[in-house]
Each structure stands twice: as C-alpha cells, then as structure tokens.
C-alpha cells in the first residue's frame, strides 16, 4: 500500500459529506444496521454485544477513519488491527463487500441531495482500497 492512497479530492468528498451527517449520526447507524440485517440476515447472530453500543462503536470509529484518511501511517496499522479483530467475529472477505454495499447505500439514502457522483466515487474508493488492506493483511 503506497501512501498516496486517496487523492485530495476524493479526502474532501468523503470529510465534507461526513461532516453533513455528523449532526445526524445517529440516524445513519440506524439506518445501516436495520438496512445490513434486512439484506443479509445469517451476520445478525454474529453481533453478541448490545446493538445501541455497537452503533456508536461503528460510527466513532467511521469518523477516526475519515479523520485520518491523509495519515496512512496511522490509518493503516489502525485498520489492520480492527480487521484480525473481525477474524475473530467470524468475519469472512466475502462480507467486507456486503458491508460496503450497506454503508454506500445508506450514505446514500442520509445525505440524500448531497450524494452527488463525485461523493459516492470517493466514498467507493475509500472503502474498497481500506478494506482491501484489511483483507489483504488479515487473510493473508
Ligand atoms: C471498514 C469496515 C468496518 C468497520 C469500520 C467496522 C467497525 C467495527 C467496530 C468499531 C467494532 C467494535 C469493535 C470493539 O468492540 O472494539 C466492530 C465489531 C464488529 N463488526 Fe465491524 N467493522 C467493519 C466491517 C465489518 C464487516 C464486513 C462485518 C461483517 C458482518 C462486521 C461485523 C462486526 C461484528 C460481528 C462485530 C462484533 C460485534 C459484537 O461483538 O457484538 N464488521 N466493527
């Protein structure tokens, strides 16, 4: 992984559309959580912990990534530990795709008028280059 791992533009998409549903995040972990048990009910059983903690969990940990997308240096060893942590959930690769699907649809569905094309290009590209260095280091 090079650390020229998102251009600035696509770093300000992501932070600026985060930034819009900050004040709302509470509405985006809700929205993603009922949307991923919706479309793929068999990981509900995988989440043993209580589901308001869980959300708060994620999206905490959302805004420390977006927070430092310009950092790889910190990002990504960060990244590598929450990935073997999620072997241990019984996360598969297969699911990454899955979750990135959820979380692009339900950006999407809360930023609404301000999911432009050049928003959800970023978006798509900060998720799959992180996850393919989650996978690719926990995997391996
Ligand atoms: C970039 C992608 C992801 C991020 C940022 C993320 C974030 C998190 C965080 C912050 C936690 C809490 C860890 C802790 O308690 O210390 C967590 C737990 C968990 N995540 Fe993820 N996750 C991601 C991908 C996935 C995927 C693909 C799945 C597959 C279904 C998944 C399923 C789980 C499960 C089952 C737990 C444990 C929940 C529990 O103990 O109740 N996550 N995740």
């Not at 059983?45 to 950092?71: C, H, W, Y």
């Not at 929450?82 to 795709?97: E, I, K, M, N, R």
């Not at 992180?130 to 391996?140: D, G, P, Q």
């Amino acid at each position: 992984m090079t650390t020229e791992f998102l251009s600035a533009d696509d770093i300000a998409h992501v932070r600026t559309s985060f930034d819009r549903i900050w004040s709302g995040a509470r509405r985006l972990s809700d929205v993603f959580y009922e949307h991923l048990f919706e479309a793929v009910p068999e990981v509900r059983p995988m989440f043993r912990g209580d589901i308001e903690e869980q959300k708060r969990k994620f999206i905490g940990t959302l805004a420390v990534i977006v927070g430092s997308l310009e950092n790889p240096a910190v990002l990504l060893p960060a990244a590598e530990k929450l990935a073997q942590q999620h072997v241990d959930y019984g996360v598969t690769p297969l699911h990454y795709s899955v979750v990135g699907t959820v979380l692009l649809a339900s950006l999407a569905r809360c930023l609404d008028g301000h999911w432009t094309p050049e928003v959800a290009d970023a978006w798509t590209k900060a998720y799959r280059v992180l996850t393919a260095h989650m996978i690719a280091t926990a995997y391996a």
